[in-house]
């Protein structure tokens, strides 16, 4: 089965700086998807940005990056020049396998400072 | 504008109660699902559509039910909730096909049994 962990539950940064999430995963599928969702106060989920696993290119989105490290099964998340509106839980989540599921994390909050 | 759309989004009941929560997508996709998030579990899956009357249970669907008799619309039904039940529930949908869609989430549900 796969699973998902997210290690850091809080975490906090000064708006203008860079902050890293981290992220990693077991599975034995070959093919599969990786996600950050962001949650912010308001309860919706946002996706943030996705790594498609047979990629080695490493996912870009503005100011998001990722770090994909497929043999460590690692799968961190870069916020660069934070911004007050970051703060927000954000989630890893693990897309593949017949059912399309999604396997989420544990989240971690991250709270942007000024 | 595509989208899920979640009614009510916040419900306070009794235990025992019957309650559906109704979920429902403007964008014509094959899949949905329903998710809860508790605190420090991040979002399991309950149960899970692939096309209309085809549903499949996900990781914690006890004292669940669901339906999907419309290709839209996919209710969530607790037929006797209890305070076990209590938390943030989220519909999703996507398209399904090779490879892995983006799920596109709803703005949640907060239910509280008392």
């Known amino acids: 089965a796969q699973t998902v962990t997210q290690s850091q539950p809080e975490m906090s940064v000064q708006e203008a700086e860079t902050v890293t999430l981290s992220c990693t995963y077991d599975?034995?599928?070959?093919?599969?998807?990786l996600f950050w969702y962001k949650q912010p106060p308001s309860r919706q989920m946002i996706l943030v940005i996705r790594q498609e696993a047979y990629k080695q290119q490493n996912a870009t989105e503005n100011r998001f990056s990722v770090n994909f490290q497929k043999a460590a099964k690692s799968f961190s998340l870069k916020i660069s020049d934070s911004q007050l509106g970051d703060t927000a839980m954000y989630f890893c989540a693990f897309g593949g396998g017949a059912t399309n599921k999604l396997i989420f994390g544990t989240g971690t909050l991250l709270a942007v400072q000024p | 504008e595509a989208q899920v759309t979640q009614n009510p989004r916040y419900l306070i009941t009794v235990t025992g109660k019957k309650l559906t929560v109704t979920c429902s997508q403007n964008m014509n996709h094959e899949y949905m699902s329903w998710y809860r998030q508790d605190p420090g579990l991040g979002l399991r899956q309950i149960y899970y559509s692939m096309n209309v009357e085809v549903t499949d249970k996900g990781d914690v669907p006890e004292g669940y039910k669901v339906s999907r008799k419309e290709k839209r619309n996919f209710p969530l039904i607790l037929e006797s909730p209890s305070p076990n039940q209590t938390s943030l529930y989220f519909c999703?949908?996507?398209?399904?096909?090779?490879?892995?869609?983006?799920?596109?989430f709803g703005p949640g549900t907060r239910l509280t049994v008392t």
């Open positions: 599975t034995s599928e070959s093919n599969y998807y």
């Open positions: 999703a949908s996507s398209l399904l096909g090779q490879g892995f869609y983006e799920q596109y």
